[in-house]
């Protein structure tokens, strides 16, 4: 059985919010696979930026990077900032079978991926968190 994704478009790694918003999917990423939701993400920016925010944040789901941010727009409805060319932050849902249940505009964004996993670094940080 699939699980159902939460689908987070982030503006990206140089965004506050953003890193904030990732972080928190973060710590309730377990919460959610127990409710059989599974958490992915992507962004505009490159695979080098990407992969940064993910070590800085010890982030274990999946993240995207490369995405088209104007294929993204039409296909979502999504926002689109010009300057710099980004796309706005928003979330949807997919079912098990991949079709969005919670968006405008049933669709898949364009966007480079890679997993990842958790590291000795991150483990470490995580036990000496502040909540």
């Known amino acids: 059985m699939s699980a159902t994704r939460s689908v987070l478009v982030n503006r990206g790694a140089w965004r506050p919010f953003c890193q904030t918003q990732l972080s928190a999917f973060q710590r309730v990423k377990d ?78 964004p364009s966007a480079g991926w890679f997993r990842r996993t958790s590291s000795a670094s991150c483990a470490t940080r995580q036990q000496h968190a502040e909540p």
């Open 31 to 108: 919460d959610l696979a127990r409710a059989g939701i599974r958490v992915v993400s992507f962004s505009v920016d490159d695979e080098e930026t990407a992969r940064k925010l993910a070590e800085e944040r010890c982030l274990t789901f999946d993240l995207g990077h490369s995405a088209d941010a104007d294929a993204v727009a039409d296909a979502l409805g999504a926002f689109v900032h010009d300057e710099p060319h980004y796309l706005q932050s928003t979330g949807f849902v997919l079912d098990p079978q991949g079709r969005v249940v919670v968006s405008s505009t049933p669709a898949a």
